[in-house]
């Protein structure tokens, strides 16, 4: 097989990448034969996807040629009891015209653009230049997914930075906090095998348990929901008690230690047991390990600051790798994003913020409740991409009260999503393997991969980028020019290629490395070796100017969350990801029309009465919903787990029971901020 070219007898080999909002990010191979995609593999030139593609990664080639992809543009009918197909020119007219006359009107602000991350290309960034050479519309600010942790790690070292996965090998700790690395982020788990194997004590926090803890026999820790901020104060108590800190690198590279050790006095383990569950004797024992084997590296997820004090909870983290010198080495790291591009890209190219007359924003976590309170100008018309916001947003139910209280809504999207189905023109769109783009480097790798398109579409279904153009035209933005994928490319990559000598041609070869060329400190592996951070003192901050600045304490403490269970609702509600689905894209199939599962404890059910497969109703004050049970005997009786991402028209949507709630670090979603209470349903 040859790659990115045809002879004759031979498959085409193309160079591409998974777009999904994902740890990984996979480099893929695409085999194709007479315009047929055959298999997808992953790209053995990015040595961490390269050996294999997780079940999301291979369902690509079923969504690419799904019979229930959109495939024409569909407008809602005059009665608006459903849609009809109509023409590009039919669709892009009609929402030029709207746009056009909401812009007259004035201000351009009452267009509400909803964006999110259901893909992660470069190119698909464009949109939000588009708007701005519109005139400014009322855009987000603020997280559904990372922002609490992504703001504290600004804080405390300047930018949320982490080492490549390859690296946790050279670990002799590893706490995997708050992540699911073997249904979540696969490409990590033979790392961490080797690392085992390797003789490195792993541990995993996590309140209910986990595939990553079974799958590596791992010590496994379950402090109480949104409790792990107190968790980790306490493990740095009893650093500090029992001399487990490096004292020099405290001296050399931490700025605020007396205050962060005050901080951390009241957090005895007794105290740290009475607030999570975790016994004080695990808490010493876990500061012990974690203290007295360098290097140790921590793995962080996402789901350790999804509630209100998520923020200070990773700040609270962060502090255990600065006192114990565990920052700049090998082995070590608090990973858990990674701001790999800063500096690479030409945001100015994909936002167009410069070209904004007017701007207003609202809180992507209570996205609902602005467009039904704004005022001067009201909200007129929706226009979504990359987001299915009535499935993934937060309070479901207020949310189909608000896109019903809109006069025009439009969404691009390849399939009839939930929020689709609201609208009121929808616009179908190319799939990443019909497409041009670019994949950043994610959390785990520092590989950067080009998209080539790998087959066409049929019938053709156009890029956003094409879509965007057009109602450019129609609208005479001359600041959003008709010009070709790939010069947008250049120019947007323009200070990658200047830096590292990557010019869009070298990138069409398959996936680079993004980190200085030659360099023995940037080698891609070890986040900040050089130990020069990017906070003002150029030191890791545990005392934060900046933080107190905006209204935060200036060193990690502990506020409890404002939920915890009651009388009424005696539960505390997890919604993790699901091994098969990233979000809601893959609902589609998955399932068919099941109901949704919710996990009980075993002494919970019996309290119940409940059984496995009984059907139980979950709710709260926010809403309801109807799920099948699941008894696991291991699970805290504190818990019910349902899976994100389940269609309301499939009999899912768990955020019906989700209000709007949000941390003040970040403005990022507490999706885990949730209490419920479950009955049996009777017949």
Known sequence: MTIGKKTENEKQVISTA????????????????????????????????????????????ARQAHPERLRRPLVRDAAGEGFREVTWDEALDLVAKRLDQIRRE???????????????????????????????????????????????????????????ISDVVNARVVVIWGRNPAETGIHAMPFLRQAKERGAEIVVIDP???????????????PRPGTDGALALSIAHVLIEENLVDAEFIRRHVKGYPAFKDAVKPWTPEAAEAETGVSAEVVRSLARLYGSAKPACLLVGYGVQRYTNGGETIRAIDALAAITGNIGISGGGVNYNNDRMSGYLDSEVLSGQSLRVHHRTYPRPMMADFILSADHPKIKAIFTTKANPVTQFMDTGKMLKAFESVDFKVTIDQFMTDTAQVSDVVLPCAHFLESTDVILPPAVHSYLTYCSPVVEADPWVPSEHWIFTQLAKRLGLEAFPAQSEEAWLELALKPLSEALGYSVDVLKKGPVPVHEKDSEVDNGLVAWSELTFKTPSRRIELWSNRAGMDGFDPVAVYRPVGKRP?????????TPHIKESLHSQHFLDLFGQALPVAYLGLSAAKGLGVADGDKIKVFNSTGQLICTAKVEADQSPELVLIHEGWWLQKGGGVNQLVAERAAGMGLHAAYYEVNCNVTKCNG
């Open 106 to 164: 004035g201000p351009a602000t009452a267009v509400l653009h909803c964006a999110h991350a259901g893909s992660v290309g470069l190119l698909k960034k464009l949109e939000a230049r588009f708007f701005s050479a519109y005139g400014g519309v009322t855009t987000s600010v603020g997280s559904l997914c990372e922002g609490a942790g992504h703001q504290a790690q600004n804080y405390d070292f300047g930018a949320a930075m982490s080492h490549e």
């Open 208 to 222: 209910r348990g986990s595939a990553t803890s079974a799958a590596l026999s791992a010590q496994l820790v379950t």
């Open 18 to 61: 998974c777009p999904l909002d994902c740890w990984d990010a996979c480099s893929i191979l695409a085999a194709v034969e007479d315009g047929v995609i055959k298999s997808l593999a992953g790209n053995p030139a990015n040595p961490v996807t390269g050996k294999a593609l997780c079940s999301k990664g291979l369902a690509h080639m």
């Open 566 to 574: 009651s009388p009424e609702e005696p539960y505390y509600l997890l």
